[in-house]
T-cell receptor
Framework: GQNIDQPTEMTATEGAIVQINCTYQTSGFNGLFWYQQHAGEAPTFLSYNVLDGLEEKGRFSSFLSRSKGYSYLLLKELQMKDSASYLCAVKGTYKYIFGTGTRLKVLA | SAVISQKPSRDICQRGTSLTIQCQVDSQVTMMFWYRQQPGQSLTLIATANQGSEATYESGFVIDKFPISRPNLTFSTLTVSNMSPEDSSIYLC??????????FGPGTRLTVT
């Protein structure tokens, strides 16, 4: 079967670092994606990994280990505006499969 | 990147009626996707719509209930037919532009009474 797991909720403090993990089991793999979704809005693209290793984009980094079926999104210097849901998605052979999302609350 | 618009942005409909949602992209794209997102949940793929071919539906979704049109490379419609309260959800279209990124429309918030 196909399965993507993420923690349901996380809480962190403004200025801190948070790591959101994602494990997956899918048939076919053409990349792992992270999206941010604020309440009431559409998801927006954050990062993409197709090869093992770390991709850095400003305050956001994403890591992938294909052999372990594992990825994480790292958010540094957290800001209040980072409070949102973070969706992990795997691109299979012809479609994207989304995880259930992690709701991140950033506290002052 | 791609700019995607959806119409309507929201609607309240009576059970038994149908609603057609439009998705317009500012550039030509091959692959378009239709998703449903129920409150507090993640995205569920309804179907993949490629221009010039029949839409491919995911398990649990059928063409009679969710007919899709894809007349050209910039436009698609999704119809939610014979609606029931269980169809109340946000419906999102998305496109794959480069193979690396997927862009989403703003969504259509549907409430069925």
């Amino acid at each position: 079967g196909q399965n993507i797991d993420q923690p349901t909720e996380m809480t962190a403090t403004e200025g801190a670092i948070v790591q959101i993990n994602c494990t997956y089991q899918t048939s076919g793999f053409n990349g792992l994606f992270w999206y941010q979704q604020h309440a009431g809005e559409a998801p927006t693209f954050l990062s993409y990994n197709v090869l093992d290793g770390l991709e850095e984009k400003g305050r956001f980094s994403s890591f992938l280990s294909r052999s372990k079926g594992y990825s994480y999104l790292l958010l540094k210097e957290l800001q209040m505006k980072d409070s949102a849901s973070y969706l992990c998605a795997v691109k299979g052979t012809y479609k994207y499969i989304f995880g259930t999302g992690t709701r991140l609350k950033v506290l002052a | 990147s791609a700019v995607i618009s959806q119409k309507p942005s929201r609607d309240i409909c009576q059970r038994g009626t149908s609603l057609t949602i439009q998705c317009q992209v500012d550039s030509q794209v091959t692959m378009m996707f239709w998703y449903r997102q129920q409150p507090g949940q993640s995205l569920t793929l309804i179907a993949t719509a490629n221009q010039g071919s029949e839409a491919t539906y995911e398990s649990g979704f059928v063409i009679d209930k969710f007919p899709i049109s894809r007349p050209n490379l910039t436009f698609s419609t999704l119809t939610v037919s014979n609606m029931s309260p269980e169809d109340s959800s946000i419906y999102l279209c998305s496109v794959e532009v480069t193979g690396d990124e997927q862009y989403f429309g703003p969504g259509t918030r549907l409430t069925v009474t």
